[in-house]
T-cell receptor, first 117, second 114 residues
C-alpha cells in the first residue's frame, strides 16, 4: 500500500491566487515527520516546509503553509499568492523509521503545478 | 559553490558500458543518499551512507554499485545496465541519517540507457 498519496497529477492556478496541493499518508508510527519539496524543471529537489507529528500548530514558511489534519492523516500544502516561478512538481514526503536508529523519507508521486499569468 | 553537486548532468550509455555518477556535498553533512526518479513513479531510495558506512541498501540490483570514500563524496558505479534503468538519479545529503529530514538534493544526473 502507498505510504504517501497525492491524488492530483496536475493542478492549474491563476497568478496571485492561492492553491492547495493534497497529500494523505499512512503510518502506524506515532512519531513521524511530513515534508514538502518542490522540483523545478532543473531537477533539483528544494525543501519547502516541515510538520512534525507532535507539532500543535500548522507549519508556515513565507507563502507556504501546511494544513495538518492528524485524524484524517492529511498534510496539504497551501501556496498563497501564486507566482509564475511556483510552476514545478511538488512532492509530499514522510519520515519514517527504517531500522535501528535510522530514518528515511518516502515520497509521493507528485503534483505538477502550473501557474497561469 | 552549491550545496550538493552532481556530475555528469546527462549521461547516455549502452548496456555494456561502465560509467560512474559522482556526487559532492559542501555542507559538512554526515549522511548521503542515492535516489532514483523514474517517470510517473515516486522517488525510490537506493542507498544510504552514514559516516561513509552503508546503512541501507533497498534491494537494488548489483549492476548499481555505490562507493563513499569520505563523507563529502558519493559515487554510483554503473555496469551492464538495462533500458529500464533510464531515469534521473538524485543525490542528497543530510546532517545525519538518524534524522533524514531536510534533505539537500543535487540537480540530478539524467541517465539514458540504450
Amino acid at each position: 500500500a502507498q505510504k504517501i498519496t497525492q491524488t492530483q497529477p496536475g493542478m492549474f492556478v491563476q497568478e496571485k491566487e492561492a492553491v492547495t496541493l493534497d497529500c494523505t499518508y499512512d503510518t502506524s508510527d506515532p512519531s513521524y515527520g511530513l515534508f514538502w519539496y518542490k522540483q523545478p524543471s532543473s531537477g533539483e529537489m528544494i525543501f519547502l516546509i516541515y510538520q512534525g507529528s507532535y507539532d500543535q500548530q500548522n507549519a508556515t514558511e513565507g507563502r507556504y503553509s501546511l494544513n495538518f489534519q492528524k485524524a484524517r492523516k492529511s498534510a496539504n500544502l497551501v501556496i498563497s499568492a501564486s507566482q509564475l516561478g511556483d510552476s514545478a512538481m511538488y512532492f509530499c514526503a514522510m519520515r519514517e523509521a527504517s531500522g535501528g536508529s535510522n530514518y528515511k523519507l518516502t515520497f509521493g508521486k507528485g503534483t505538477l503545478l502550473t501557474v497561469n499569468p | 559553490e552549491t550545496g550538493v553537486t552532481q556530475t555528469p548532468r546527462h549521461l547516455v550509455m549502452g548496456m555494456t558500458n561502465k560509467k560512474s555518477l559522482k556526487c559532492e556535498q559542501h555542507l559538512g553533512h554526515n549522511a548521503m543518499y542515492w535516489y532514483k526518479q523514474s517517470a510517473k513513479k515516486p522517488l525510490e531510495l537506493m542507498f544510504v551512507y552514514s559516516l561513509e558506512e552503508r546503512v541501507e541498501n533497498n534491494s537494488v540490483p548489483s549492476r548499481f554499485s555505490p562507493e563513499c570514500p569520505n563523507s563529502s563524496h558519493l559515487f554510483l558505479h554503473l555496469h551492464t545496465l538495462q533500458p529500464e534503468d533510464s531515469a534521473l538519479y538524485l543525490c542528497a545529503s543530510s546532517q545525519d541519517s538518524q534524522w533524514a529530514g531536510e534533505l539537500f538534493f543535487g540537480e540530478g544526473s539524467r541517465l539514458t540507457v540504450l
